[in-house]
C-alpha cells in the first residue's frame, strides 16, 4: 500500500524566512504533484514533477523529486503572507510512463506566514 | 486547463436521505475521479468512473453507499446514499487530461 508522508503538518514562518516542506513516499512512483488549497477552496495545481531530479519554480516555490529517495521538497524562498494555505503533496502509483489518476494524498502542511 | 464545475457547490441535508452531485468537464476524458475531503483533512479517492463501465472503488467504500454514473465522455454524477453526519465533506471531482490533475470546485456537504 502506497503511503505518503508529509512533514511538518503545522508551519508557522515569519515573512522573508526561507522554509522547506518534505513529501515521502513509500513504493516507486515517477509521478508527483504539488497543490495548494485556500480556506474553504478546492485545490489548484502548482508543480506536476515527472522524473528522477526534477525541478520546478514559480515564484517563491520551488520543487524537486528524488524518485530513488522517494522524496519530493517544496522549498519556500523569502515568504510573503500571501502564500499562507494549505499544501498537499500527492503521488500517482501508476506504472512509469502511464497515469492511473487515482492520487495517494499526503496529510497537508498548514502554513502560516506572520508579518 | 479544462473548466470543471460542480452542483450543488454546498447542501445541507438531513440524516437518511440521499444527495446526487454532478461533474462536468468541458472536454471528453475516458477516466473522472471522485474524492471525499472530511473536515480539516486530507483527501481520500472514493472511486475512478470510466465510461462505458462500472466505476472501480477504493478500499473502505461501497457501490450501494456511493453510486456513480458516467453516462457519457463529459459527465458524471456522485451520490452520497442514506446519510449521516459521518458524510459531512467536501466532495471533489477530478480529471487527468495529460499529466496533470485538475480538480472540480467542490461540493461542501453537511448532514445535520
Known amino acids: ?115 | 486547463s479544462a473548466v470543471i464545475s460542480q452542483k450543488p457547490s454546498r447542501d445541507i441535508c438531513q440524516r437518511g436521505t440521499s444527495l446526487t452531485i454532478q461533474c462536468q468537464v468541458d472536454s471528453q476524458v475516458t477516466m473522472m475521479f471522485w474524492y471525499r475531503q472530511q473536515p480539516g483533512q486530507s483527501l481520500t479517492l472514493i472511486a475512478t468512473a470510466n465510461q462505458g463501465s462500472e466505476a472501480t472503488y477504493e478500499s473502505g467504500f461501497v457501490i450501494d453507499k456511493f453510486p456513480i454514473s458516467r453516462p457519457n465522455l463529459t459527465f458524471s454524477t456522485l451520490t452520497v446514499s442514506n446519510m449521516s453526519p459521518e458524510d459531512s465533506s467536501i466532495y471533489l471531482c477530478a480529471w487527468t487530461p495529460r499529466d496533470e490533475q485538475f480538480f472540480g470546485p467542490g461540493t461542501r456537504l453537511t448532514v445535520l
Not at chain 1, 4 to 25: A, D, H, R, W
Not at chain 1, 26 to 36: G, I
Not at chain 1, 43 to 54: C, D, K, W
Open chain 1, 1 to 115: 500500500e502506497l503511503k505518503v508522508e508529509q512533514n511538518p503538518l503545522f508551519l508557522s514562518m515569519q515573512e522573508g524566512k526561507n522554509y522547506t516542506i518534505y513529501c515521502n513516499y513509500s513504493t516507486t512512483s515517477d509521478r508527483l504533484y504539488w497543490y495548494r488549497q485556500d480556506p474553504g477552496k478546492s485545490l489548484e495545481s502548482l508543480f506536476v514533477l515527472l522524473s528522477n531530479g526534477a525541478v520546478k519554480q514559480e515564484g517563491r516555490l520551488m520543487a524537486s523529486l528524488d524518485t530513488k529517495a522517494r522524496l519530493s521538497t517544496l522549498h519556500i524562498t523569502a515568504a510573503v503572507h500571501d502564500l499562507s494555505a494549505t499544501y498537499f503533496c500527492a503521488v500517482d502509483p501508476g506504472n512509469y510512463g502511464g497515469s492511473q489518476g487515482n492520487l495517494i494524498f499526503g496529510k497537508g502542511t498548514k502554513l502560516s506566514v506572520k508579518p
